[in-house]
C-alpha cells in the first residue's frame, strides 16, 4: 500500500479553507421534471416538529452507566446528539458546509421528518438542529446533492429542495416511483443512497422489486431492478442496474473498490459491472461480487446488562462469541485522516442486533482483497455494549474524519419509539475541528483537493465540480494528471473527466502509463467509456495491450473487460496475455470468456491451448474447455486451423479429443458437424484416431471421450454406427456404455432405438435411465418407449416424475393420451401426514444439510448451486405452510421466470428445460440435470409453455416431520439470517 506523504501546504489547506472566497453557492439546481407542476408539491407544514428544535441538552460525553460501552483503547465517544432533537435516525450525511442532515422514521409511515444539524462553534455537539422537510413516508436513505437532498421513501426517491437557502425545503419532487418490497421484511428498501467515485448516486437495495420508473424525466427507459442494486446521475436521472440486490451496506474504499454487507455476507467486494459483463450471451458470470472470509470468523458481542423478557431473545447476545452477524446494517469503508494511518481502508460493520461496531482490515490480495481481524481486535470488537438501547444503524466518516454513529435507541428492534442518539467517534488526543465549507470554494481550488487524503474531502470537491459543471475545471484536472505525484488525485481526476464527459485518449493514456496500480487500472476500465462512442485509436489499443500483460491482476482484469468492446484482430493476443501469469484466477477467466465473442473464442484457445501453465492447472484446463465450447458456435469459425493448432499443441491424444469433443458438441448444436466444417483432413484425423481409442485397450475415461467425440464427428452411422453398438454391452465399462448412449443418439437411425429397447434389461439403472433421456429426445423414439412401457418392458417407473409430466403434457396428443393412461392424471400430494413440521422447531444447522444435499441440484443459496429454480436465500419471508406446499406440490405455483418449457429444433429433437432467449442469435436450455445448451435462434422451430414444474414431487421423500422441520427452519433464516426479522428501518 502507498503511504502518502501530505506536504505542509496541503494540511493547511484543509485547516484554513477559505471563509468568504465566494459566497455560498447553492451548487447544482435540483433535478426538474418535464412538467414541473404535475410532480412538485409543496411541503406540508410542520405537526409536532417545531422548525427550529434549539440546542441539545445532553452533556458530550458519555453519560452511561460504567462498563456499558467497550471500546478500542485510545478512543473516545462523545454523544453528538440525542432526543428529542434526533429520534429514529435511520440514515444521514454531510453537505458540502460540514453540517449533517438526517432522516428519521416516524412512528406512523407518512411522518417521518428529515433535519438539518450544525455544529456551530466546532466542539463536536450540534448546537442548532431545525426541520428541513416533515411529512416523508418512510426514509430509508439520505445523500446530498445541490441544494437539496435526495431521500428514499417508501416506493419512492424524492428529492426535497432548498432553493432560498433558509434552512427548509421548499419543493419535493418523485424522482423515482415503482419500488416495491416485502412487508413482513422490515429490513427490505434502499437502504443507502451513496455518492460514488464515478460521480453518481448509488443505491443498496435488500429484498428490492418493481420497476423503477423515472417521474421526473419520461425519457428514461424504466427499469426492472428485482435482484439488483442501481445507480442513477443526478444530473440526467439515467438508470443503470448494479451487483447485489441484498445489500444492507455501501461504501467505496480509496482504491474506488466496491463494497457491500448483507444478511448472509459480511463483506462483499463488486468485481465488474453489469455493462461490461453483459456483452456475451453464450456466458453468465457465476457471480459479480466476491465473499470476503477471514481466518477468524468469530464476533465478540458484550453480555446485556439488561435481559429485558423477549428482547432479541433469539439472538443468544448473553453467549459470547458467535460465529456470525446478525444484522449488519452498515458498512464504511474508512477514509479519513482523524483516525491512526493503519486505520486507512479499513472495514468498520455496525450489527444493530449485537450492539456492535466491529473493525476488519483489507490488504492486498489478486483481483480483490483479503480480510483478517486486526491484531488489537482479536478477541474484542472495535465497539461493543451491553447497554440494551444501544442500536447502531449507521457509521459514517464526517468532515474532519471522525466517525459518526446513528443509534435508534430502542430496545427492541422491531418497535419503534421516540428516542435517538448520534455518537461521535474519535481518537482522545484528537481535538475537535469545525467543518470546512467547501461549497465556498472556486472550482480551481476543488480541483486541488482532488488528492486530499480526506476521503470526505475528495468525494465533496468531486462532487461539486459535477454539480458546477465548468469546462476550465475540467482542463485544470486534466493538467492534474501530468503534473500532480499523487496517486488518489489522478484516479479521481480520472472519474470527474469522465463524469464531465471530457475524457480523451491522451489523458487515458497517460492514466495507463501512470506508476500507481490502481490508476492504471481506473483508466483501463474508463477506456470502455470512449471506445463505444468513438472507436479506439492505434495508440490507446497499443495501451491495453500493455496493461494486458500489467504485473497487477486488476489492470488486466479491467483490460479485459474493456475489451468486450472492441473489434480488432488483435484482441485474442492480448486476452490470452492477461490470463497466462495467473490461469487460475477465476475472475480473470471470467473477463476472457466474456469478451472471446462473438468470434475470439476460438482464436484465444489456439493461443492458449500450447500454454503448458494454463492446461497443466485443472481450473485452467475447465477454462480451456469452456472457451472450446464457444469457438463450435462461432459463425465464422475456421475450424482447420483449430485443430490443426489442437494437433500441434502437444497435449495427449485423449485430451486433444475432450476439447475436440466440447467443439464438436457445439458443432452439433448449430446444424454443423466436422466434416461439413472442415476442407482438410483434419477432422477425419481426428475421427479415426477417435474410434482408435474407443476400441483399443485404454482407460475407460479416455475411451469415453472419444467415444463422445464419434457422436458429434459428422460420422455417419455406416462408418461409426456399428462400433458404437457393439459398445453398448453389460460388459463395457459404465463410463464407456454412456458415452456410447450420448453419441448413438446422435444418428437418426432405426437400429438405435431398436438396440436400446433390445438390451434395456441388461444394463445398469444409470445406463437406463441415460436411454429414457435420449429417447424422449425425438418423437419415433419416444413413441417406441410408450410401447416399451405399456408392455412393460420397461418398468413405468423407470421414468422421473418430470419425464411422466413430460409425457402427459406431450405435443403430440397420442402420446399424452397413452402416457395419462398409462400413469393417471396429475395430483397434488396430500399434506395432513406432514403437517407436524410447521409445528415443530427445527434445527437450522441440520436443515442446512438438508438442503446442501438434497436442494442445491436445482436451487441456489449463497451464490452455490443450480439455477433451475428460485434462490432459496429469498424465499425465506413465506409462512412455513407456503414452503412446504412448495417443496411437496412444485408445479402448484410456479415463480415467474421458471415456468418449464419444451423447445423443438429444427432437426425434430425436443429439449426441455427454461428456455431463455440471449442475446440477438441465440437461446439457452438450461435442463433438469444441469446441462446448459446454446441453439443459434434459426435453429428453433417453436416453444412450448408447461404447467409443471422441473423440481420433482420427490425431492423431500423419505424425510420425517423432524427433518422438514430442520430444513423449514433454515429456509426461513435464510432470508434474514435469523428466524425471525429483528431489523428495523
Given at each position: 500500500?502507498?503511504?502518502?506523504?501530505?506536504?505542509?501546504?496541503?494540511?493547511?489547506?484543509?485547516?484554513?479553507?477559505?471563509?468568504?472566497?465566494?459566497?455560498?453557492?447553492?451548487?447544482?439546481?435540483?433535478?426538474?421534471?418535464?412538467?414541473?407542476?404535475?410532480?412538485?408539491?409543496?411541503?406540508?407544514?410542520?405537526?409536532s416538529v417545531p422548525t427550529t428544535i434549539g440546542t441539545p441538552t445532553s452533556d458530550s460525553r458519555v453519560t452511561l452507566k460504567p462498563g456499558t460501552m467497550q471500546l478500542q483503547v485510545g478512543f473516545r465517544l462523545l454523544l453528538?446528539?440525542?432526543?428529542?432533537?434526533?429520534?429514529?435516525?435511520?440514515?444521514?450525511?454531510?453537505?458540502?458546509?460540514?453540517?449533517?442532515?438526517?432522516?428519521?422514521?416516524?412512528?406512523?409511515?407518512?411522518?417521518?421528518?428529515?433535519?438539518?444539524?450544525?455544529?456551530?462553534?466546532?466542539?463536536?455537539?450540534?448546537?442548532?438542529?431545525?426541520?428541513?422537510?416533515?411529512?416523508?413516508?418512510?426514509?430509508?436513505?439520505?445523500?446530498?446533492?445541490?441544494?437539496?437532498?435526495?431521500?428514499?421513501?417508501?416506493?419512492?426517491?424524492?428529492?426535497?429542495?432548498?432553493?432560498?437557502?433558509?434552512?427548509?425545503?421548499?419543493?419535493?419532487?418523485?424522482?423515482?416511483?415503482?419500488?416495491?418490497?416485502?412487508?413482513?421484511?422490515?429490513?427490505?428498501?434502499?437502504?443507502?443512497?451513496?455518492?460514488?467515485?464515478?460521480?453518481?448516486?448509488?443505491?443498496a437495495c435488500a429484498g428490492v422489486t418493481g420497476t423503477l420508473k423515472c417521474e421526473a424525466n419520461p425519457s428514461v427507459q424504466p427499469l426492472s431492478i428485482a435482484g439488483h442494486d442501481f445507480m442513477f446521475n443526478p444530473r440526467t436521472l439515467a438508470v443503470e442496474l448494479e451487483a447485489g440486490g441484498d445489500s444492507l451496506g455501501l461504501t467505496y474504499d480509496n482504491a474506488g473498490r466496491r463494497f457491500t454487507t448483507s444478511h448472509r455476507n459480511a463483506f462483499k467486494v463488486t468485481v465488474a459491472d453489469i455493462s461490461r459483463t453483459s456483452v456475451n450471451p453464450l456466458y453468465h458470470w457465476p457471480s459479480l461480487q466476491s465473499a470476503l472470509t477471514a481466518a477468524d470468523w468469530r464476533i465478540y458481542p458484550l453480555k446485556s446488562s439488561e435481559q429485558s423478557k423477549g428482547a432479541d431473545s433469539n439472538l443468544l447476545i448473553s453467549r459470547t462469541p458467535v460465529s456470525r452477524f446478525t444484522s449488519p446494517r452498515s458498512l464504511l469503508a474508512y477514509r479519513g485522516t482523524a483516525l491512526p494511518k493503519a486505520f486507512e481502508n479499513s472495514l468498520f460493520v455496525a450489527d444493530p442486533a449485537l450492539r456492535i461496531i466491529s473493525r476488519w482490515e483489507t490488504t492486498d490480495g489478486s483481483t480483490t482483497p483479503n480480510l483478517q481481524r486486526p491484531n488489537l481486535n482479536r478477541t474484542t470488537e472495535f465497539l461493543a455494549s451491553r447497554d440494551p438501547v444501544f442500536r447502531p444503524n449507521q457509521i459514517i466518516a464526517g468532515p474532519d474524519g471522525a466517525l459518526y454513529v446513528a443509534d435508534l435507541g430502542r430496545e427492541r428492534l422491531e418497535e419503534s419509539a421516540e428516542r435517538g442518539r448520534i455518537w461521535r467517534l474519535q481518537p482522545e488526543d484528537q481535538a475537535v475541528t469545525k467543518a470546512p465549507a467547501l461549497s465556498r470554494l472556486p472550482s480551481i481550488e476543488l480541483v486541488k483537493l482532488l488528492g486530499n487524503p480526506n476521503g470526505w474531502v475528495r468525494d465533496t470537491a468531486a462532487r461539486l465540480l459535477f454539480e458546477r459543471n465548468e469546462p476550465e475545471a475540467y482542463r485544470t484536472a486534466a493538467k492534474e494528471l501530468r503534473w500532480n505525484w499523487n496517486p488518489m488525485c489522478k484516479a479521481q481526476a480520472l472519474q470527474v473527466l469522465t463524469a464531465g464527459n471530457s475524457?480523451?485518449?491522451?489523458?487515458?493514456?497517460?492514466?495507463?502509463?501512470?506508476?500507481?496500480?490502481?490508476?492504471?487500472?481506473?483508466?483501463?476500465?474508463?477506456?470502455?467509456?470512449?471506445?463505444?462512442?468513438?472507436?479506439?485509436?492505434?495508440?490507446?489499443?497499443?495501451?491495453?495491450?500493455?496493461?494486458?500483460?500489467?504485473?497487477?491482476?486488476?489492470?488486466?482484469?479491467?483490460?479485459?473487460?474493456?475489451?468486450?468492446?472492441?473489434?480488432?484482430?488483435?484482441?485474442?493476443?492480448?486476452?490470452?496475455?492477461?490470463?497466462?501469469?495467473?490461469?487460475?484466477?477465476?475472475?480473470?477467466?471470467?473477463?476472457?470468456?466474456?469478451?472471446?465473442?462473438?468470434?475470439?473464442?476460438?482464436?484465444?484457445?489456439g493461443q492458449l491451448v500450447g500454454d503448458a501453465n494454463v492446461h497443466r492447472d485443472p481450473s485452467g484446463w475447465s477454462f480451456l474447455r469452456q472457451l472450446a465450447r464457444q469457438a463450435g458456435l462461432e459463425s465464422r469459425l475456421k475450424l482447420d486451423e483449430l485443430?490443426?493448432?489442437?494437433?500441434?499443441?502437444?497435449?495427449?491424444?485423449?485430451?486433444?479429443?475432450?476439447?475436440?469433443?466440447?467443439?464438436?458438441?457445439?458443432?452439433?448444436?448449430?446444424?454443423?458437424?466436422?466434416?461439413?466444417?472442415?476442407?482438410?483432413?483434419?477432422?477425419?484425423?481426428?475421427?479415426?484416431?477417435?474410434?482408435?481409442?474407443?476400441?483399443?485397450?485404454?482407460?475407460?475415461?479416455?475411451?469415453?471421450?472419444?467415444?463422445?467425440?464419434?457422436?458429434?464427428?459428422?460420422?455417419?452411422?455406416?462408418?461409426?454406427g456399428d462400433w458404437l453398438l457393439v459398445m453398448l454391452a453389460p460388459a463395457e465399462p459404465e463410463a464407456v456404455q454412456l458415452a456410447a448412449v450420448d453419441a448413438l443418439a446422435h444418428f437418426p437411425d432405426p437400429r438405435v432405438t431398436d438396440t436400446f429397447v433390445q438390451r434395456w434389461p441388461r444394463l445398469n439403472a444409470n445406463v437406463q435411465a441415460a436411454i429414457i433421456t435420449r429417447m424422449l429426445e425425438q418423437f419415433d423414439r419416444t413413441h417406441a418407449l410408450m410401447a416399451a412401457l405399456e408392455a412393460r418392458t420397461i418398468a413405468p417407473a423407470a421414468l422421473t416424475d418430470v419425464q411422466v409430466n413430460f409425457l402427459r403434457n406431450h405435443r403430440d396428443q397420442t402420446i399424452a393420451a397413452r402416457a395419462t393412461q398409462l400413469y393417471g392424471a396429475r395430483t397434488e400430494l396430500n399434506l395432513s401426514r406432514i403437517a407436524d413440521a410447521v409445528s415443530q422447531t427445527g434445527s437450522s444447522t441440520r436443515g442446512r444439510r438438508i438442503l446442501e444435499q438434497r436442494c442445491l441440484r436445482c436451487h441456489s443459496f449463497d451464490g452455490v448451486g443450480g439455477q433451475l429454480a428460485p434462490d432459496l436465500a429469498k424465499v425465506g419471508r413465506k409462512s412455513r405452510e407456503e414452503l412446504l406446499s412448495d417443496i411437496?406440490?412444485?408445479?402448484?405455483?410456479?415463480?415467474?421466470?421458471?415456468?418449464?418449457?419444451?423447445?423443438?429444433?429444427?432437426?425434430?429433437?425436443?429439449?426441455?428445460?427454461?428456455?431463455?432467449?440471449?442475446?440477438?442469435?441465440?437461446?439457452?436450455?438450461?435442463?433438469?440435470?444441469?446441462?446448459?445448451?446454446?441453439?443459434?435462434?434459426?435453429?428453433?422451430?417453436?416453444?412450448?409453455?408447461?404447467?409443471?414444474?422441473?423440481?420433482?414431487?420427490?425431492?423431500a421423500s423419505g424425510l420425517r416431520a423432524s427433518e422438514l422441520a430442520d430444513l423449514l427452519s433454515f429456509l426461513q433464516m435464510g432470508a434474514t439470517g435469523t428466524s425471525q426479522s429483528t431489523n428495523s428501518r
Amino acid at each position: 500500500m502507498i503511504r502518502l506523504r501530505i506536504p505542509a501546504f496541503a494540511l493547511l489547506l484543509f485547516a484554513n479553507l477559505p471563509l468568504g472566497a465566494q459566497e455560498p453557492s447553492t451548487n447544482a439546481p435540483a433535478p426538474t421534471a418535464t412538467n414541473s407542476s404535475d410532480t412538485a408539491t409543496n411541503l406540508p407544514p410542520p405537526t409536532s416538529v417545531p422548525t427550529t428544535i434549539g440546542t441539545p441538552t445532553s452533556d458530550s460525553r458519555v453519560t452511561l452507566k460504567p462498563g456499558t460501552m467497550q471500546l478500542q483503547v485510545g478512543f473516545r465517544l462523545l454523544l453528538a446528539a440525542a432526543e428529542p432533537d434526533v429520534i429514529n435516525p435511520v440514515a444521514m450525511a454531510f453537505d458540502a458546509e460540514g453540517r449533517l442532515f438526517v432522516a428519521e422514521d416516524g412512528l406512523n409511515s407518512g411522518d417521518g421528518v428529515v433535519k438539518r444539524l450544525e455544529d456551530l462553534n466546532g466542539d463536536g455537539r450540534f448546537d442548532r438542529v431545525s426541520l428541513f422537510a416533515g411529512g416523508v413516508a418512510s426514509p430509508t436513505a439520505i445523500v446530498c446533492y445541490g441544494a437539496g437532498v435526495f431521500v428514499a421513501s417508501g416506493s419512492e426517491i424524492i428529492y426535497l429542495a432548498d432553493s432560498d437557502g433558509d434552512g427548509k425545503a421548499e419543493s419535493r419532487q418523485v424522482i423515482y416511483s415503482g419500488l416495491t418490497t416485502d412487508a413482513n421484511d422490515s429490513s427490505a428498501g434502499v437502504t443507502h443512497l451513496v455518492w460514488g467515485p464515478d460521480s453518481r448516486i448509488h443505491a443498496a437495495c435488500a429484498g428490492v422489486t418493481g420497476t423503477l420508473k423515472c417521474e421526473a424525466n419520461p425519457s428514461v427507459q424504466p427499469l426492472s431492478i428485482a435482484g439488483h442494486d442501481f445507480m442513477f446521475n443526478p444530473r440526467t436521472l439515467a438508470v443503470e442496474l448494479e451487483a447485489g440486490g441484498d445489500s444492507l451496506g455501501l461504501t467505496y474504499d480509496n482504491a474506488g473498490r466496491r463494497f457491500t454487507t448483507s444478511h448472509r455476507n459480511a463483506f462483499k467486494v463488486t468485481v465488474a459491472d453489469i455493462s461490461r459483463t453483459s456483452v456475451n450471451p453464450l456466458y453468465h458470470w457465476p457471480s459479480l461480487q466476491s465473499a470476503l472470509t477471514a481466518a477468524d470468523w468469530r464476533i465478540y458481542p458484550l453480555k446485556s446488562s439488561e435481559q429485558s423478557k423477549g428482547a432479541d431473545s433469539n439472538l443468544l447476545i448473553s453467549r459470547t462469541p458467535v460465529s456470525r452477524f446478525t444484522s449488519p446494517r452498515s458498512l464504511l469503508a474508512y477514509r479519513g485522516t482523524a483516525l491512526p494511518k493503519a486505520f486507512e481502508n479499513s472495514l468498520f460493520v455496525a450489527d444493530p442486533a449485537l450492539r456492535i461496531i466491529s473493525r476488519w482490515e483489507t490488504t492486498d490480495g489478486s483481483t480483490t482483497p483479503n480480510l483478517q481481524r486486526p491484531n488489537l481486535n482479536r478477541t474484542t470488537e472495535f465497539l461493543a455494549s451491553r447497554d440494551p438501547v444501544f442500536r447502531p444503524n449507521q457509521i459514517i466518516a464526517g468532515p474532519d474524519g471522525a466517525l459518526y454513529v446513528a443509534d435508534l435507541g430502542r430496545e427492541r428492534l422491531e418497535e419503534s419509539a421516540e428516542r435517538g442518539r448520534i455518537w461521535r467517534l474519535q481518537p482522545e488526543d484528537q481535538a475537535v475541528t469545525k467543518a470546512p465549507a467547501l461549497s465556498r470554494l472556486p472550482s480551481i481550488e476543488l480541483v486541488k483537493l482532488l488528492g486530499n487524503p480526506n476521503g470526505w474531502v475528495r468525494d465533496t470537491a468531486a462532487r461539486l465540480l459535477f454539480e458546477r459543471n465548468e469546462p476550465e475545471a475540467y482542463r485544470t484536472a486534466a493538467k492534474e494528471l501530468r503534473w500532480n505525484w499523487n496517486p488518489m488525485c489522478k484516479a479521481q481526476a480520472l472519474q470527474v473527466l469522465t463524469a464531465g464527459n471530457s475524457l480523451n485518449e491522451a489523458v487515458l493514456i497517460r492514466g495507463l502509463q501512470d506508476k500507481d496500480a490502481n490508476v492504471r487500472a481506473t483508466a483501463a476500465a474508463l477506456c470502455a467509456r470512449i471506445i463505444s462512442d468513438r472507436g479506439l485509436a492505434p495508440t490507446l489499443l497499443g495501451q491495453l495491450s500493455a496493461a494486458c500483460r500489467d504485473a497487477s491482476p486488476s489492470v488486466r482484469l479491467e483490460a479485459a473487460l474493456t475489451l468486450g468492446g472492441v473489434n480488432h484482430t488483435s484482441v485474442p493476443v492480448m486476452l490470452a496475455s492477461a490470463l497466462r501469469p495467473a490461469p487460475a484466477d477465476p475472475w480473470i477467466q471470467s473477463a476472457v470468456l466474456t469478451t472471446a465473442h462473438p468470434n475470439g473464442a476460438a482464436a484465444v484457445l489456439g493461443q492458449l491451448v500450447g500454454d503448458a501453465n494454463v492446461h497443466r492447472d485443472p481450473s485452467g484446463w475447465s477454462f480451456l474447455r469452456q472457451l472450446a465450447r464457444q469457438a463450435g458456435l462461432e459463425s465464422r469459425l475456421k475450424l482447420d486451423e483449430l485443430l490443426a493448432l489442437l494437433e500441434a499443441s502437444g497435449l495427449r491424444i485423449d485430451d486433444q479429443l475432450l476439447l475436440a469433443g466440447d467443439i464438436g458438441e457445439s458443432l452439433f448444436a448449430t446444424g454443423r458437424s466436422f466434416v461439413s466444417g472442415s476442407s482438410t483432413n483434419a477432422s477425419r484425423f481426428f475421427g479415426r484416431r477417435a474410434l482408435e481409442l474407443a476400441i483399443g485397450g485404454n482407460a475407460a475415461e479416455t475411451r469415453a471421450e472419444a467415444i463422445r467425440f464419434l457422436g458429434v464427428s459428422g460420422f455417419t452411422m455406416k462408418e461409426a454406427g456399428d462400433w458404437l453398438l457393439v459398445m453398448l454391452a453389460p460388459a463395457e465399462p459404465e463410463a464407456v456404455q454412456l458415452a456410447a448412449v450420448d453419441a448413438l443418439a446422435h444418428f437418426p437411425d432405426p437400429r438405435v432405438t431398436d438396440t436400446f429397447v433390445q438390451r434395456w434389461p441388461r444394463l445398469n439403472a444409470n445406463v437406463q435411465a441415460a436411454i429414457i433421456t435420449r429417447m424422449l429426445e425425438q418423437f419415433d423414439r419416444t413413441h417406441a418407449l410408450m410401447a416399451a412401457l405399456e408392455a412393460r418392458t420397461i418398468a413405468p417407473a423407470a421414468l422421473t416424475d418430470v419425464q411422466v409430466n413430460f409425457l402427459r403434457n406431450h405435443r403430440d396428443q397420442t402420446i399424452a393420451a397413452r402416457a395419462t393412461q398409462l400413469y393417471g392424471a396429475r395430483t397434488e400430494l396430500n399434506l395432513s401426514r406432514i403437517a407436524d413440521a410447521v409445528s415443530q422447531t427445527g434445527s437450522s444447522t441440520r436443515g442446512r444439510r438438508i438442503l446442501e444435499q438434497r436442494c442445491l441440484r436445482c436451487h441456489s443459496f449463497d451464490g452455490v448451486g443450480g439455477q433451475l429454480a428460485p434462490d432459496l436465500a429469498k424465499v425465506g419471508r413465506k409462512s412455513r405452510e407456503e414452503l412446504l406446499s412448495d417443496i411437496f406440490n412444485p408445479g402448484k405455483a410456479v415463480a415467474p421466470g421458471y415456468q418449464t418449457k419444451v423447445l423443438q429444433r429444427t432437426s425434430n429433437q425436443l429439449l426441455v428445460g427454461l428456455v431463455q432467449t440471449v442475446g440477438a442469435d441465440f437461446v439457452r436450455v438450461d435442463q433438469a440435470d444441469g446441462t446448459r445448451i446454446f441453439l443459434p435462434s434459426n435453429q428453433v422451430e417453436d416453444t412450448f409453455d408447461q404447467d409443471w414444474s422441473l423440481m420433482p414431487n420427490s425431492a423431500a421423500s423419505g424425510l420425517r416431520a423432524s427433518e422438514l422441520a430442520d430444513l423449514l427452519s433454515f429456509l426461513q433464516m435464510g432470508a434474514t439470517g435469523t428466524s425471525q426479522s429483528t431489523n428495523s428501518r
